[in-house]
């Protein structure tokens, strides 16, 4: 699954790599790392580039994740606090 819209931001499943991933203009600006169970997903951390501070990044990356994660009907085991905060924050997305 892939999201990208037209300010140039695009987020994926990067699978090889064991995360999702949002890039700007084309180059990585972030990733989420998981481990993946037979039913279930662990987001384990959460890293946007330093330069991109403070642009909602790591926001939309962590919802992505997780729309993709509710849809493919796993449970989320959220091991990151900055996933485990969204989560928290946003229980119906």
Not at 3 to 9: F, M, P, T
Not at 59 to 65: G, N, P, S, V
Request: with cysteine; proline share 5%.
């Amino acid at each position: 699954m892939s999201e990208a819209d037209q300010d140039g931001v695009e987020i994926r499943d990067a699978p090889d790599f064991d995360r999702y991933e949002i890039e700007v203009d084309g180059e990585l600006a972030g990733f989420v790392t998981y481990k993946l169970g037979e039913a279930s997903i662990a987001f384990t951390h959460t890293e946007i580039d330093p330069d991109r501070g403070g642009q909602g990044l790591g926001t939309r990356l962590i919802e992505f994740a997780v729309r993709d994660a509710r849809a493919r009907n796993l449970r989320i085991h959220p091991i990151c606090p900055f996933v485990r905060s969204w989560i928290e924050e946003n229980p119906e997305e």
